[in-house]
Each structure stands twice: as C-alpha cells, then as structure tokens.
C-alpha cells in the first residue's frame, strides 16, 4: 500500500505540474493559432491554438519555464536550447515564426502578476542534468579591448577555427561561407555557389595578369576561382588558422602556387598601398565593428590603385547601430562575437566619406535565405558525422543560428548587399556604360570572359 499511495502521489504531482504550465503556457500561446504543442519534463503533452500544431517544443526541465517567466528573457530559451533542456520536434521554422506572434502580444499587468505566481509554483526539483555553463559561449571581458588586433583575432578563431571538416560536411565544394547566386530557386547549392564566384569576378571586370586582393579570403574559393578562370595574380588575407591552414594546401594541390598567396594577416597590417587592381571582400565586413568601419574602408582605399574596382559584399541589418536584442545578444555570444552590422545606406556613406565612388548596388536577400536552407537541410543530414567533429552544444548552435537567420533573410529583418566602387576622381569611370555583360550567357564550363582559351 505504501506503494500505491507513492505512486498516487506522482501521478498527483505530475498532474499538477501539467495545470500549472498550461496555466502558464496559455495565455501566452493561446492566440497563436498554429501554436506548436509543448512536451513537458513528465511526458505530458500540451496543444494551444488551433490544436493542429506542426511541431513540438520539448520542455525537459521544469526550471526552464520558471526561469523564462521569472526572468522575462528570451535569450533564456536559446541558452536551454543549446544546453539541451528544451528540445524540438519537426521544423525549426514553425517555432521561430512565433517570433512575429511574440512582438505582438500584449498581456495585463494583472495577467503578469498571475503568471509570476504560477512560475513560482512549479517545481524546483531537476528533471535533468543541468550543466553550469551553456556549452561553448564567448566571454566578451572588457568592452576597451573590441576590435583590437588581439581581439579579433580571437574572435574569429571562436567562430571559424570550429573544424575545418565540420564545415566540409555542409558547405558546396568550394568551401564557400557566404550567401550563393541563384538563377533558379531549384538550382543546387554547388551551382549557386559557382554562380556567386563568377558574378563577383565578372562584377570587378577581372582581366589576365590584374593583381587581386581578397580581405578575409576564407577557404580561398575565390582565389582560387580567379587565378583559374580569369588569369589574375591572386593574394588573400584570413585571420583563422584553420582557414589559413587549409587555403595553403588546397593552393599547392591545384598547381597554383605561383599565382596565388595567402597570409594569416589582420587587413589593417597590409602594406602594399595602391599594389591592386582589384579588391574583393566577401562576408567580412561585418567582424569589423561599426567604429572601424572607417578604418576598415580607408584600409581598401589605400591599398586599391587608382582607377582600380573594390566589391564589398556584406550583410547589413534593418535598423541601425546593432540596437541590444535577443538575436544581436545570441548572435554575439554564442556565434559571432563582437559582430555587429549597420543599415545598407550607413554602410554606403561611410565608403562615401573617405572617398570612394559608388557604382553599383545588388541586393541579394532572397538568396541568402535560400543559402542557408540548403545548409540547415545538408547540416541536419549529416548530423551524426558532425557530432563526431563538434560537441552536441556547437551543433545545437548552428543548427539554431542557420535556421533564425534563414527566417530572418525571409522576414527581411536582415539583408545582404555587393556594393561595387572605385576611388572618385576626375577620370572616365572604371566600368562600362551599361551592365550587359554581367548577365550574359556564360560559357561552358564557367570560363570567365578573359581566360585564355589554353587555360590560365
């Protein structure tokens, strides 16, 4: 009997906690409509809305729910995300398009107190183990010290020098990180992605035996994409080991040695003023920080000759200054550190300011949004060989990270943009006068227009 009323007692217990977080759980999600179900610490399962949800958000522990009421931070769900105590079930999407349902909700203030009351009613017991730290997250220390050299560097190592075959596992085979060219929505990542290398060489109007500097290089796709098809004389800059590491070996594997270089060099240390005909940087800017946005761009400015073409491609946000938000928080500690973006018209007047003169501006939003689709779905493919290479915690992130921003490219909460200039001065313009050769057709094999016809 003492048995029986033990488990009388649970059942009891469990019952109660399930009142408790859909009394909770309700005024919240109730007016969601297609509002996903919620799977709580006891294997109850709750449905809001509709009652047709699409997917399901694990709660395994009953102190994320206090602590999300309590604290009244959102961020406060990611980190029990990427900690592993709260779980989804389905599609990603379907969760975070509550993001729109959220901003628009407005509660009393006597249904505020009452859910403060019924948080502090749940258990405190843990259902799991829950670890102190929220696994691999970036301390940012003293605020004196962002964007120092130092400090960058380490930035970037946190964000890029992950594992060089966990990126392998979901990027094209270019190794390209940055937002793909699309012609067609159907079109494959590879095609895309070769799509992108091509429009930026065509963009810059790359000509055999320019000298070409890539700023922030990556894995050294597009150096090596022009030294093969345009005939340039290639140098690229990276602060990651890895990248570094595996630019060097995939250069000497290609037979490209004499053409083309690379540094593991910071851009504000290049020494080679007006040394290039061209400069391209692809997905970098927004390491920078909005203070050195001048630096950044005087940088290129110095270092491109006159009459020279400089393409910026870059994500920009819709609101300006990197405003304090639960995206910009999670993106800065447990993605990107110190990363911070600007609108696109800032982001055009500072190149204005010291001196540079715009040519052309292409938005590509739609394409990253479609970009990071197809990384979400290859990444979730290969889910089991990219725990062999990373902790549970990092693929938490980015699987997490990949799908908030393809929602945001999709809302239009961020944007990407190639924004084409050259120095300003009294002098014909460096491009044609119109853009037909842009969108022409390209050749077999994707030769750019000048590559001679026995190779480069």
């Not at 309700?26 to 509709?50: H, I, K, S």
């Not at 389905?90 to 349902?101: I, P, T």
């Not at 003293?142 to 020098?161: C, E, N, V, W």
């Not at 080679?272 to 001048?294: C, Q």
Request: charged share 30%; glycine share 8%.
């Amino acid at each position: 009997m003492v048995a029986d009323r033990r488990d009388i007692s649970v059942a009891e217990a469990e019952r109660a906690d399930a009142v408790g977080a859909r009394r909770i759980l309700e005024p919240l999600l109730g007016g969601a409509g297609a509002a996903p179900a919620v799977r709580l610490w006891n294997g109850v399962t709750l449905e809001f809305g509709d009652g047709r949800p699409r997917c399901t958000l694990l709660i395994h522990d009953a102190r994320v729910l206090r602590e999300l009421i309590l604290t009244r931070d959102p961020l406060r769900l990611a980190d029990a995300y990427v900690r592993g105590t709260v779980d989804v079930e389905g599609d990603f999407s379907d969760v975070l398009a509550l993001k729109e349902h959220f901003a628009a909700l407005r509660l009393r203030p006597s249904t505020k107190l009452a859910l403060l009351a019924r948080a502090l009613a749940l258990p405190r017991r843990a259902a799991t183990a829950w670890p102190d730290a929220c696994g691999r997250r970036w301390e940012a220390g003293s605020t004196l010290l962002k964007h120092s050299r130092r400090r960058d560097g380490q930035a970037i190592a946190f964000h890029y020098d992950v594992s060089n075959d966990f990126y392998r596992l979901w990027l094209d085979e270019q190794m390209v990180y940055s937002c793909a060219y699309f012609e067609q929505p159907d079109e494959s990542l590879e095609r895309a992605q070769r799509n992108k290398l091509d429009l930026l060489c065509r963009k810059l109007r790359l000509t055999a035996g320019e000298r070409l500097l890539d700023i922030g290089c990556g894995w050294g796709a597009l150096l090596c994409w022009a030294a093969t098809h345009y005939g340039v004389e290639a140098h690229g800059v990276t602060l990651s080991r890895n990248q570094f590491d595996y630019t060097r070996r995939r250069i000497a594997e290609a037979g490209l040695g004499g053409r083309v270089s690379v540094e593991l060099k910071d851009y504000r240390d290049i020494d080679e003023a007006g040394r290039f005909d061209k400069i391209a940087s692809v997905g970098m800017f927004e390491h920078v920080g909005l203070r050195n946005l001048p630096t950044y761009f005087s940088s290129a400015h110095r270092l491109l000759r006159d009459g020279g073409l400089f393409l910026n491609h870059g994500i920009t946000h819709d609101r300006e200054g990197w405003p304090d938000s639960v995206g910009t928080r999670f993106i800065n500690r447990y993605v990107f550190p110190d990363g911070e973006l600007d609108t696109v018209s800032n982001v055009q007047r500072a190149m204005e300011r010291v001196g540079f003169e715009i040519w052309d501006v292409e938005g590509l939003r739609p394409h990253y949004a479609l970009t990071l689709r197809h990384w979400g779905e290859r990444l979730e493919a290969r889910r089991r060989e990219a725990l062999g290479h990373v902790s549970p915690e990092v693929f938490r992130v980015w699987r997490l990270y990949m799908a908030a921003c393809a929602h945001e490219f999709a809302q239009g909460g961020v944007g990407v943009y190639q924004i084409l200039v050259s120095k300003r001065a009294k002098a014909p313009p460096p491009v044609p006068l119109t853009r037909r050769d842009l969108y022409r057709e390209r050749v077999a094999g994707d030769r750019g227009p000048n590559q001679p016809r026995g190779g480069s």
